[in-house]
């Protein structure tokens, strides 16, 4: 089972947030993988209207990302946006435990987003 609570919320859009999150990681010895973007994934031939608007356009994006440091593991980080801000949350696996420094250098790297911008 995986649990993902937000611990950082960021008053930029998720595309300028994540530009962001990639400078701070990569500053901090940390290299990110993206594996997922909703935006992407809505480019399929279906139709899909957001849960949020109710319309096909709108500003909902999601994007996944695998961060690795010196663990074997990567930490799942997810960003998660709408409406010109975006929330970030680790997802947390009970079956593949996180390396605890991994996710502390994480935290601390994007925090300093906050500082940038305040």
């Known amino acids: 089972m ?24 990569s500053h901090v010895g940390l290299s990110a993988v993206q594996t997922f973007n909703l935006n992407t994934a809505r480019l399929g031939p279906h139709n899909c209207c957001c849960p949020n608007h109710g319309t ?32 970030i949350s ?6 593949h435990p996180m390396d605890p420094k991994l996710v502390t250098s994480i935290r601390h790297a994007l925090e300093e987003i906050i500082s940038v911008e305040a």
């Not at 995986?2 to 990681?25: E, G, N, V, W």
């Not at 096909?56 to 709408?82: F, K, S, W």
């Open 56 to 87: 096909q356009a709108c500003d909902c994006q999601m994007i996944v990302l695998l961060v690795y440091g010196e663990a074997a593991e990567p930490v799942t980080l997810i960003l998660h946006g709408n409406d010109g801000k975006t929330w």
């Open 2 to 25: 995986s649990m993902l609570s937000p611990f950082l919320a960021i008053d930029l859009s998720c595309d300028q947030t994540l530009q962001k999150t990639r400078t701070k990681l």
């Open 90 to 95: 680790i997802a947390d696996n009970v079956l």
